[in-house]
Every structure is written in C-alpha cells, then in structure tokens.
C-alpha cells in the first residue's frame, strides 16, 4: 500500500490564488452561507436537537471541510440524510446526547480510517439501487415528520416513532388541524417554490423564513393565540432568546457496553456521510470540469465529524444543494466554503436571538421542500424499468429504511446485493464440452493452422469461461461428478478464467484425485499468469505437475495425444 498523501485542496488552490479568485468565492460563500442557514436551522430541529446546534454545525463543520477535504467546491454541513438517525439516538433515554456526540466522533474516526487506508474508492462501488433506495426512504422519512408541524395537528402524549404507527396517529388527530398553521405553511411551501423562477440566485427557503418570521414578529400576540407554534414556543422555555455564543469542548461519558450498542449507529453515519459527500464530490467535478482526491475528502470529512460534536454540533457531510449553489454562484476554491462559514458564524453572533420567532410549519415547508427533492422520484421510477433483482434491491433498501431503520436498511440492501452479483456473476460464468474438433481460427490461445485441431480418441475438453470462484466451482464439479465416461485424459480450457479463488482450487484438488483413482489424467490449457501464480502458491502445481500446464489448446492436445499413446 502507498503512503497517504496529505494533501489538503486547498493548500495547492493557494498555490495559484489571486484576487480575481478571492472576489468570485467571497460572493459565493456570502450567498451559499445565507442559503444554509435555514437549512442547518431546519435540520438540526428536525433531528430533535437545538436550532443552535444545526448551525454550529454548519459553521464548524464546514469550515474544517473546506479547510482538510479534497474537493474544491464542496460545502460541507448538516443534512436531511441524517435527521432519522440523530433523532433516534437523541430520543433515547440511555444515549441522549452523550450517545449522539460519541456516535459521530466514532464515525470521524471510522471516516479518517476510510481515508488512511485509501478506501475512498471503495465506497463507490456501493450499488446505486440501494443508494437510491435508502435515499428516497430517508426523504419519506422526513415528509412524515413535518406533518405535524406542518399541519398544526393537536396530538396529545409523544408521536410513535415508527412509520405507520405515526400516520395512523396523525390520521387519529387530523381534525384537531390549525388553520392559521396550514396558511403559514403553504404560503412558506409557495414562496419556497416560485422565488427560484422570479430570482435563482435567492433561496426560496431564506424569503419564507423572512416573510414568516417578520409576521410573527409583529403579529405574535394574534397568531399565538391561534396556536402556531414557534422556535421558541416549541422549546417551552419562555423566552426568544437563542443561545449565540459557541459552548466549550465537551467530551462524552459512556460506559464500554454503550460505545459497544453505538458502534453499529457509528458504522451507518461513517458509510452515509462517506457516500454522501463523495457522491456530491462527483457530481461537483461533472460540473465543473474537476477531480477530487476521495481518500483526501474522507479525511477532511472525519476530522470535522470528530471536532463538530465536542461543540454540541450533530453529525456533517458533503451537502449537494449547497455545493452546487457554490458552483453556480462561482466559487472555485475551498476559500468559498470558508468565507461561508464565516458569514454563518456572523449571523450566529448577531442575530439569532430573532431565530425564536420563526414559526415551526414554515421550518416544515422547508424540509417538506428538502424531503421532496432528496426523494429523486424520477430515479426511482427509472430503476423500476431495470433488472427485476436491481429492483428487488431498490424496494428492499426503500421499504426497509422507511419501515424499520438505515441500519437494517443498508445491511440488508448490502447482503442482498452481494447475493445478486454472485449470482451474476455465476451464470456469466459457462462450462462447455468441445467435442471432435477445434476450429483455430477461432481460438485466441491456438497457434492458427489451416486445418481443424482434431481431438484425439479418449481425450474430453472442457472449457471454463469467466471467473472460477464459489458461485460456479461446486457448479463444475457437479457436472464431472455426473459424468459416468472415464476418457484418458480431460483437457480443461482456462483462458477466459480472469481469477481463481479458494473454494476454486479445492474443487479443482478433488477432481485431480478423484480422476487419478479414475485412471484419468487433467491437463490445463491457456492458464493465465494471474491465476497460475495463485495455483503454485497453494501446492496444486506440484499436485498436478507442471508439465500438465500448457500454454494454449496446441501444447494441451500434444500432451494429451503423448499420454493416450503412452497407455496404449
């Protein structure tokens, strides 16, 4: 393995920096930093945290991002991917926040490891159903959650966790709907919709919170009455006055059988958060023309999700929205992504006390607006015209995540896909029996004559095309168990055998001594350097003797004709 490389992007971007540079990603950071404070806001109340939290996270979270990571565009934060996860552990009376702070420092560290050891590429090759699959469920997820909020709906005790037992609640108290509640979340929904065709560059989701908050500020005593729910209503704790001043480092206390529940949760934000921020990675570098260092990217991603939660802050990641919103206001260096943590930082500092009027079914537009767009429903409907066994994997992943948890969601949606490729990979593989003669011409392992290649009496080839491995070796030696003819010599053609693995060699062990008792002699063909070195490594050349390794079908029937001959 190579040495790591630490090599933060933004170390070489300075390299080259200029004032033309630093005036496109202060503008672009002013406008991406002013786009990310509704949604750090949104996410953070969302997964049952403070708003205070959701921007300390942004502000901390993307700094160290852009500051460590490998891209040069992305805008690291808060995201809807995560809401299900954090809620679940802040929910919980035996982890609270000390169990979500150690979660995501594990995660840092799982992150940083990911990068250490160059596994950045790795991840990638997680079937795209599956993402798509846990994606779309983690988007109805969060659909479900704003319903309340949205609605205005009345519900006495705490609302079920699980999916149905919630809409079966919600369906219970619909008429305990608030009028004043729904107008204020459709107008929010409506303003967050339309803005982007008046102005793309305003974020429909800043306006709405305006709008609403400056009404609520000056109509509060009316609209209270009426029963709509504020940032500050919702807290219970009398006061709109939001904590604005960042909280000093705190490190969790957990027992060794708690870290021990946590390290699946840890597990499942570490692969979410590495697919997400390299996925956004991706398509960042489609934009604008760019290739990002993954195995870089992971690092910087796992020390901001090491340092965010020893400041109250709730687990980050590459955030697509927000990186594209870098891209297309012209940010070109991680200095963008920087100078929009700055800005958060100055809104934390200056104005937060006025977060307490922004009313709860407007924060619910917003995320119902962010729901609707991580669901990529056009996606979805695409993959369902695929392989029936990619969508089997795509419903799996999406019911399981929706009804159940990522947890269950990504492990099953894993297993079952490894199960489908294996038996892809079993049926591209095929045994064929070549009787009577060759035709040269058509062989890349013959020497080419103008003749056919006659196979000689009492001589059988077999031919393996594809990998030799578990899927397809038991599969072989079936088919030589049931052969009842005893020829006195069987050619087997390993040319297209791209790999051998384990269970490969036993089976070809077992077919040598089963033969031997036989009388029958094995001789391989067109055995390729990869696959011959793993079979000297494991003994089976000296089982078999090399001198009954050829390297094409010509040498193979010239030894086969030689050994016929010589039991004549």
Not at 333 to 352: E, N, Y
Not at 440 to 451: G, L
Request: one cysteine or more.
């Amino acid at each position: 393995m190579k040495a790591l490389s630490f090599k933060p992007r933004l170390f070489s971007e300075l390299k080259h920096y200029n004032k033309e540079k630093f005036a496109a990603d202060a503008m672009s950071g002013l406008i991406v930093g002013i786009v990310a404070l509704p949604l750090a806001i949104a996410f953070g109340i969302a997964s049952g945290v403070s708003p205070e939290q959701g921007i300390l996270t942004a502000i901390i979270g993307g700094f160290l991002v852009s500051l460590l990571g490998g891209s040069r565009v992305q805008i690291g934060g808060p995201t809807g991917a995560f809401i299900v996860i954090i809620s679940g552990i802040v929910t919980n009376p035996q982890l609270g926040m000390s169990g979500l702070i150690a979660a995501t420092i594990m995660a840092g560290i799982f992150l940083i490891l990911l990068g250490i050891f160059r596994l950045g590429t790795i991840i990638k090759f997680i079937p795209y159903p599956i993402v798509v699959g846990f994606t779309s469920g983690i988007a109805l997820t969060i659909f479900t959650t704003q319903i309340q909020q949205f609605f205005g709906l009345h519900i006495n005790g705490t609302v079920p966790g699980d999916f149905l037992s919630k809409w079966a609640v919600y369906v219970e108290n619909f008429a305990s709907m608030q009028w004043p509640t729904l107008v204020v979340g459709l107008v929010s929904l409506l303003i967050i919709i339309f803005t982007p065709r008046i102005n793309k560059k305003v974020p429909g989701s800043l306006v709405a919170i305006i709008v609403a908050t400056v009404a609520v500020y000056f109509l509060n005593p009316v609209l209270a009455e009426q029963g709509l729910s504020t940032i500050e209503t919702i807290s219970g704790d009398g006061t709109t006055q939001i904590n604005s001043s960042i909280p000093t480092p705190e490190f969790p206390t957990l027992t060794w059988e708690q870290i021990k529940n946590l390290l699946p949760t840890a597990l499942v934000i570490a692969v979410l958060g590495a697919i997400e921020s390299l996925l956004s990675a991706t398509v960042a570098d489609g934009v604008c023309g760019d290739h990002h260092n993954s195995n870089q990217e992971l690092i910087g991603q796992g020390v901001a999700n090491l340092c965010t939660p020893l400041f109250g802050g709730i687990p980050c990641t590459g955030a697509i929205a927000r990186t594209m919103t870098n891209i297309n206001n012209g940010g070109r260096t991680p200095v963008a992504g920087i100078i929009h943590a700055v800005v958060l930082l100055l809104i934390f500092l200056l104005l937060m006390p006025l977060a307490g009027y922004i009313p709860m079914s407007c924060l619910a537009a917003v995320l119902i607006m962010v729901s609707y767009n991580m669901s990529g429903w056009r996606t979805f409907v695409q993959l369902m015209k695929n392989p029936k066994s990619d969508i089997a994997v795509l419903l799996i992943t999406f019911f399981l995540t929706v009804i159940f948890d990522l947890t269950v969601a990504i492990e099953v949606g894993l297993l079952i896909a490894c199960l489908l490729f294996m038996r892809r990979m079993a049926e591209t593989t095929q045994i064929k029996v070549i009787a009577d003669e060759i035709d040269p011409n058509e062989e890349t392992d013959a020497e080419v004559h103008e003749e056919h290649l006659i196979i000689p009496k009492g001589v059988e080839v077999y031919e393996i095309n594809g990998p030799y491995f578990f899927g397809i070796a038991n599969k072989f030696e079936e088919l030589m168990a049931n052969l009842h003819n005893h020829p006195k010599v069987r050619i087997i053609r390993m040319r297209r055998v791209p790999f051998i693995d384990s269970t490969g060699i036993h089976n070809l062990q077992n077919l040598c001594e089963m033969s031997h008792r036989e009388g029958t002699h094995i001789v391989l063909s067109g055995v390729t350097p990869n696959v011959y070195a793993v079979l000297e490594h494991n003994g089976f050349t000296h089982l078999l003797g090399k001198d009954h390794i050829c390297p094409n079908i010509n040498v193979a029937l010239d030894r086969a004709a030689a050994i016929v001959k010589r039991k004549i």
